[in-house]
């Protein structure tokens, strides 16, 4: 069974504080990570897909990075609209559904 | 449309009666998946629609819960005879095969 597990469960930063969010995860056959990134009240909103060990991908102050056990969620300078619940999902094997961690709450104070 | 379009965004019952929620995917997306997230807890997967394909129903909690998806577009998940441990926020999302999948917004379901 596909398992995920998000770490920490919250964070706070202050505004500019660089950090990382990471997501361990076992999967018979990886097709593919996702995160996500989810504000109270809303669906969450799709940031990434990784799919080989290595690769990496960028958006603004967010890079997410992947090896064969975790991947990682990192933030660079913060603002305070980076707050939110970060999910991370797998996709593994013949099994098309995506298996969710339990998120990290970020909180970048001003 | 532009994004997946989930009906109503908010919905109360009163315990044992019957609830519908709508799930209209994004144009075009073949794959179609129900989630239910409950007050602090993660995304549970409940069940998974792929074009013409059997549905992968082992999610889904109970028997009173159902899904079908109309003419491979708008998805209805059906819960019987609520109980209060459905209250929880439902979460449609759409996908090409194998690729991102794209959520709604959600319906909140109370069940009072």
């Known amino acids: 069974e596909d398992q995920v597990t998000q770490s920490p469960e919250a964070l706070r930063l202050q505004e500019g504080e660089s950090s990382s969010l990471n997501c361990s995860y076992t999967v018979s056959g990886l097709r593919g990570l996702f995160w996500y990134r989810q504000d109270p009240g809303k669906g969450p909103e799709f940031l990434f897909t990784l799919y080989s060990a290595g690769e990496e991908k960028e958006k603004e102050r967010l890079k997410a990075t992947l090896t064969k056990k975790e991947s990682f969620l990192h933030i660079t300078a913060p603002k305070p609209e980076d707050s939110a619940t970060y999910l991370c999902a797998v996709q593994g094997g013949s099994n098309y559904k995506l298996t969710f961690g339990k998120g990290t709450l970020l909180t970048v104070n001003p | 449309g532009a994004g997946v379009s989930q009906s109503p965004s908010n919905k109360v019952t009163e315990k044992g009666k019957d609830v519908e929620l709508r799930c209209d995917p994004i144009s075009g997306h073949t794959a179609l998946y129900w989630y239910r997230q409950s007050l602090g807890q993660g995304l549970e997967f409940l069940i998974y629609?792929?074009?013409?394909?059997?549905?992968?129903k082992s999610g889904l909690p109970s028997d009173r819960f159902s899904a079908e998806r109309t003419g491979g577009s708008v998805s209805t998940l059906t819960i019987q005879r609520t109980q209060q441990e459905d209250s929880a926020v439902y979460l449609c999302a759409s996908s090409l095969p194998s690729l991102d999948a794209f959520f709604g917004q959600g319906t909140r379901l109370t069940v009072v």
């Open positions: 629609f792929q074009g013409n394909s059997a549905p992968d």
